[in-house]
């Protein structure tokens, strides 16, 4: 019950501010798409309206092949003559309105009604070729104006027949300061201006085009409808506007070419069905997800709670001895068995450390043993001994302080149990005390230096690992060579790893010497675990393979090392490892 607690707080915590923000998104998106619709209608009658503009004026500027315009064959036309002249004028015009018709393939038609009320059209109607339109007070209304482009709907053009489309008419009265000789139309389809299908699919939604405050086209519950001429709504657009209701959204657009504006009213749950199909999608999402949480927990924890018991009962008095902890797995559950299988190599893990912890402490007790006995021996202490006491004869007390106090921390260092590890500043300061007391020995012909980076002082590493790797310099560098023998222990960081080097201008290491301590090194590192044994054995008198095999044992998978030469002469030796190592 905690569980399904627990998981039924936190859905809701994660849904609410999951779908409020869902919400605001789909609500942006739903009047985004209505105001790109708003804006889709208004361009297009713009776009129409300069399209018509554009056929008007080459009314009056495109000639023919005698050099007439098309105002000036309408003259000739409102001569009323049955000359020659007469018939070319008619062709003419006929010509250009099936040019236009060409050109504009949006176009539904093209006509030129003139003064005398002939019709020229295209495409053509053979019966109308000399008949005015159906409603003589529309043509009367456009040859009162005074030459403007004027828009008006129909519910049909009136040359096609009775079940053809319902069409927007853009008239203009040509020749409106002298003769007013005819009247052009275009005629375009409401279904390629007004999208219909889509606001078909916006129940109880309602279209107004408006010029000025003439409404000319109405589209309500997806019936066309059409002002009469004159009609005059107060207000016009702005007043459609503000008569929407408190449910409705208004959207208005007003084309900037021609001037018409575009209302749209709509209701919320219309704008909004998509967000109201989204919230019952992700309730019901949201509470079947929590029914079958609460039935999932109900059956795990019956199918669970009696194993887990046993589990915990057999992990309690599990020990390092036993071969497998005895789990009942009533039910057959194959992740019982898991667990079972996790905790049998659990053990054996729990075995193996313990088995590399006895074997790294006994490796490092070695190390301190052969360090003990390389160092602390007759010759070594006949050497010191015999330094401190010379000096102490010449009067020299500061110089044997130094060596008593250098040999005293020396003696203490290399004996001490407390830990295998120390940190890198410790083993550094204890190789300096080294170097000081060997150079005592060999005076101006040894030289040393340390240049460790501040940040890698306190790494944790196996104690004796620098001085065994000095030792070595010191042992072999002197190669009859008269120069000072100079070991250098730098340290690096790189990132998360860290890098040690002792180097020295001596010999060197031979080929042959350099093949020996690698083939000696992975031989060890190889038997590391299969013959422990065999290897502290061999491991007694070769610093160098103690080191790298404890570095190994400490740091694992996240240890590197290299021995080699100098390219100016002298050997090399590199460890690096990693932080986390």
Do not use: C
């Amino acid at each position: 019950m905690v569980y399904s607690l627990v998981f039924v707080a936190i859905t809701i915590m994660a849904s609410v501010p999951a779908y409020l923000y869902l919400k605001k998104g789909i609500e942006k998106n739903a009047l985004n798409n209505i105001d790109q619709t708003m804006a889709t209608i208004s361009g297009k009658l713009d776009t129409s309206w300069g399209e018509f503009n554009s056929i008007s004026k080459q009314a009056y500027l495109s000639t023919g092949i005698n050099g007439r315009t098309v105002i000036q064959y309408l003259e000739l036309l409102a001569a009323d003559g049955e000359s020659y002249d007469t018939y070319e004028s008619g062709k003419a015009v006929d010509d250009f309105l099936g040019l236009i018709s060409a050109i504009y393939n949006d176009i539904h038609r093209i006509s030129i009604v003139t003064a005398q009320n002939a019709v020229y059209l295209r495409p053509s109607v053979r019966q109308l070729a000399n008949r005015p339109p159906d409603d003589p007070a529309e043509l009367d209304a456009v040859r009162r104006s005074s030459g403007e482009t004027l828009l008006r709907y129909r519910d049909k053009d009136y040359a096609a027949n009775p079940d053809d489309v319902p069409v927007f008419v853009f008239s203009r009265l040509l020749n409106p300061k002298q003769n007013k000789i005819g009247v052009i139309e275009m005629q375009i389809e409401v279904a390629k201006l007004i999208p219909l299908e889509q606001l078909a699919a916006m129940p109880g939604s309602r279209l107004l085009v408006t010029a000025g405050d003439r409404v000319i086209y109405t589209l309500a519950d997806n019936r066309n409808g059409e002002a009469t001429d004159g009609e005059v709504s107060e207000g016009g657009a702005a007043a459609a506007v503000g008569a929407a209701g408190q449910n409705e959204y208004a959207f208005r657009q007003t084309a900037p070419k021609s001037g018409l504006s575009v209302v749209l009213t709509v209701p919320r749950t219309v704008v909004f069905a998509e967000l109201d199909l989204f919230r019952n999608v992700a309730v019901a999402t949201v509470v079947v997800l929590i029914l079958f949480s609460v039935a999932v927990f109900y059956y795990l924890s019956r199918v669970l709670t009696q194993p887990l018991v046993k589990l915990k009962n057999a992990i309690d008095s599990i020990d390092l001895q036993d071969a497998q902890p005895k789990i009942d797995n009533k039910f057959r559950m194959n992740e019982i068995q898991k667990i079972n299988f996790s905790f049998r190599n659990m053990n054996d893990r729990l075995q193996h450390s313990l088995e590399k912890i006895v074997r790294f402490r006994t490796l490092q007790l070695q190390s301190q043993f052969d360090t003990l006995q390389a160092q602390i021996n007759p010759h070594f202490l006949f050497n010191m001994l015999g330094i401190i006491q010379a000096s102490a004869e010449s009067g020299q007390l500061e110089q044997v302080n130094m060596l008593s106090r250098n040999l005293s921390e020396f003696m203490r260092y290399s004996i001490s149990m407390d830990s295998p590890t120390t940190t890198l500043d410790k083993e550094a300061a204890f190789t300096a005390q080294y170097l000081e007391l060997m150079k005592t020995r060999y005076m101006h012909l040894l030289e040393y230096e340390f240049d460790l980076d501040p940040d890698m002082l306190f790494i944790f590493v196996p104690k004796l690992i620098l001085q065994p790797l000095v030792e070595n310099a010191i042992k072999h560098g002197f190669g009859g060579n008269a120069r000072p023998l100079r070991i250098s222990v730098v340290g690096r960081l790189e990132g998360e790893w860290w890098e040690l080097r002792v180097l020295d201008n001596g010999a060197g290491f031979t080929d042959d010497g350099l093949a020996a301590v690698n083939g000696k090194i992975e031989s060890s590192l190889a038997r590391l675990d299969a013959d422990f044994e065999q290897i502290r054995l061999d491991l007694g008198g070769m610093g160098m393979v103690s080191t790298i095999v404890r570095m190994k044992l400490q740091f694992r998978h996240q240890f590197r090392y290299a021995i080699g030469n100098r390219p100016g002469g002298g050997a090399e030796i590199m460890l690096r490892g990693t932080f986390n190592g």
